[in-house]
Every structure is written in structure tokens, then in C-alpha cells.
């Protein structure tokens, strides 16, 4: 069983470029999800994906945007990077919208100067 | 809203001594709760859950919680500590309001198993 990876593992930007990250899902999971962790912090939802559609969103703007794949693997794109996006950004999934757990990736640390 | 409060930043425990990580929660509705452990640059790690059933739940590594609704705590336990086990601890509850799974995290307590 494959687990989740998450693509680049550091990644340094600079204030107000883009940035697109990626994450394959575990196999057999069709639901994505994406957080934020703030040094010190614990995860903070961002967004998730089930079938290719955004189901469910936290506080975050809107320059905040993903993708999910056929295949279920997915994307976060950042537009207008600021120095507080500063995070590592973690992808989760899961087999379906119920009780299963969260399997994550290991991350990506994006820096933003 | 949903919420999980750890009330310590820290917990220090000699090896071999039993553990406990504290976690409060405030939902509306049916808790569904979760612990994960998250090791230096990398992701977090499920560790069990409590959805319904026995008030004590237990995951991996030897790992037991044990949910109190009277008290709304979910506290993480371990017989017995090994230096292993030392990592940052995430309590966290399930958003069921929803369609869809937003898990909230707590802050997280750092394990600091002394040998």
C-alpha cells in the first residue's frame, strides 16, 4: 500500500509570487484534504477535495485554491504569496467523508521572503 | 464551533513511568475524537480514535485514551514510557455539522521522555 507523498519537500518564495504544490493520495482513498502548520501550531484546515470537487473550506481567502485528479491526487495552489503563508502544508487522506482516519504526508516546508 | 484545547505545552516523564497527555473538547452533538503523533519534519501519525463504545479506546505503539464525557476529556495514556515515544502529540476533534471531514487540531503537547 502506498502512502501519501507530497511534492517538493522545501520550497522558498519570494512575496507575491505563485505557488502550486502536490500531494498523491494514499491508495483506495478518494477524499483530500490540505492544512496548514504554522511553526509551533497545530494544522489548520485549508480545504477538501472529494471527486474532484471542493467540499468544504476553512478560514481561509480565496487566493487559497486546489485541485483534485482523476487519479485523486491533488494540488494547492497559493497566488500572491505573503510572508504569514510561511507554513509546512500538509496533505491527508482518506478513504471516504465518514470516520476513517487522516493518513498524511510528510509535507512541504514553503518559506516565503 | 468545534474545538480541542491541550492544556500543556510540555509533559516530562522519566522512562518507564506512565504518561498521561491532557485534552479537553467543547462540540455540539456526538464527539469524534482523535490523537495523532507528529516526529520532527514529518507528517502526523493516526494513533486511535474515539467514536462511540467503551470510554477507553486503545491504538498503536501501546497507546490508550480514555474519553469522559462528564469532564470533556479525552486524555492520552501509556503505561509505560520509552524514549521513543517522545514527539509532539495532537489532540483532535471531527467536525460532523458538515458534509464533509473537517478535523480540528489542537495546539499540541511535546512528549519529553527522559532515559
Known amino acids: 500500500e502506498t502512502g501519501v507523498t507530497q511534492s517538493p519537500t522545501h520550497l522558498i518564495k519570494t512575496r507575491g509570487q505563485q505557488v502550486t504544490l502536490r500531494c498523491s493520495s494514499q491508495?483506495?482513498?478518494?477524499?483530500v484534504s490540505w492544512y496548514q502548520q504554522a511553526l509551533g501550531q497545530g494544522p489548520q484546515f485549508i480545504f477538501q477535495?472529494?471527486?474532484?470537487?471542493?467540499?468544504g473550506r476553512g478560514n481561509f481567502p480565496p487566493r487559497f485554491s486546489g485541485l483534485q485528479f482523476p487519479n485523486y491526487s491533488s494540488e494547492l495552489n497559493v497566488n500572491a504569496l505573503e510572508l504569514d503563508d510561511s507554513a509546512l502544508y500538509l496533505c491527508?487522506?482518506?478513504?471516504?467523508?465518514?470516520?476513517?482516519?487522516?493518513?498524511f504526508g510528510n509535507g512541504t516546508r514553503l518559506t516565503v521572503t | 464551533a468545534q474545538s480541542v484545547a491541550q492544556p500543556e505545552d510540555q509533559v516530562n516523564v522519566a522512562e518507564g513511568n506512565p504518561l498521561t497527555v491532557k485534552c479537553t473538547y467543547s462540540v455540539s452533538g456526538n464527539p469524534y475524537l482523535f490523537w495523532y503523533v507528529q516526529y520532527p519534519n514529518r507528517g502526523l501519525q493516526f494513533l486511535l480514535k474515539y467514536i462511540t463504545g467503551d470510554n477507553l479506546v486503545k491504538g498503536s505503539y501501546g497507546f490508550e485514551a480514555e474519553f469522559n464525557k462528564s469532564q470533556t476529556s479525552f486524555h492520552l495514556k501509556k503505561p509505560s514510557a520509552l524514549v521513543s515515544d517522545s514527539a509532539l502529540y495532537f489532540c483532535a476533534v471531527r467536525d460532523i455539522l458538515r458534509g464533509y471531514q473537517k478535523v480540528t487540531f489542537g495546539t499540541g503537547t511535546k512528549l519529553q521522555v527522559i532515559p
Open positions: 477535495y472529494y471527486r474532484e470537487e471542493e467540499n
Open positions: 491527508a487522506s482518506s478513504s471516504d467523508r465518514g470516520f476513517s482516519p487522516l493518513h
Open positions: 491508495s483506495g482513498h478518494n477524499t
